[in-house]
Nanobody, 124 residues
Framework: VQLVESGGGLVQAGGSLRLSCAAS????????MGWFRQAPGKEREFVAA????????PYADYVKGRFTIARDNAGNTVYLQMNSLKPEDTAVYYC??????????????????WGQGTQVTVSS
C-alpha cells in the first residue's frame, strides 16, 4: 500500500500549484481521502477531504474558496488544486486514505495510510 505525493514546489504569493497523490497496492476508490499539512514547529492540520464518490468535500476554513480537492478513481489519484497561495500555506503536504471513514474526516488519527509528503513553499 503506497501513497505518493507530487507537485510541490516554490511559488510566489498569489500563485497556484496542483498537488497529486497516486495510490497503489490496493483499490482506494471507496476510501475517503484527505490532504493534511504540517508547517515547521506546528502540528499536522487538516486541509481538505473527499468521499469515495467525490460528492462530499469538506475544507478547512483557512483554505475554503482557494483550494479544491478532486479525485480520479479510474486512475487511483487524488488532487489538490491550490490557488491564491499565501506565505502561511507553506508546509509539507500529506495525502492520506481512510478506509474506515463513512464520511470524509478532518481527524488525522482516523486515517490509516499516509504518503511521504511534498514541500510547498510560498514566498512573499
Amino acid at each position: 500500500v503506497q501513497l505518493v505525493e507530487s507537485g510541490g514546489g516554490l511559488v510566489q504569493a498569489g500563485g497556484s500549484l496542483r498537488l497529486s497523490c497516486a495510490a497503489s497496492g490496493r483499490t482506494f476508490s471507496r476510501d475517503a481521502m484527505g490532504w493534511f499539512r504540517q508547517a515547521p514547529g506546528k502540528e499536522r492540520e487538516f486541509v481538505a477531504a473527499i468521499s469515495g464518490s467525490g460528492s462530499t468535500t469538506p475544507y478547512a476554513d483557512y483554505v475554503k474558496g482557494r483550494f479544491t480537492i478532486a479525485r480520479d478513481n479510474a486512475g487511483n489519484t487524488v488532487y489538490l488544486q491550490m490557488n491564491s497561495l499565501k506565505p502561511e500555506d507553506t508546509a509539507v503536504y500529506y495525502c492520506a486514505a481512510c478506509p474506515r471513514c463513512l464520511v470524509p474526516s478532518a481527524r488525522r488519527y482516523e486515517y490509516d495510510f499516509w504518503g511521504q509528503g511534498t514541500q510547498v513553499t510560498v514566498s512573499s
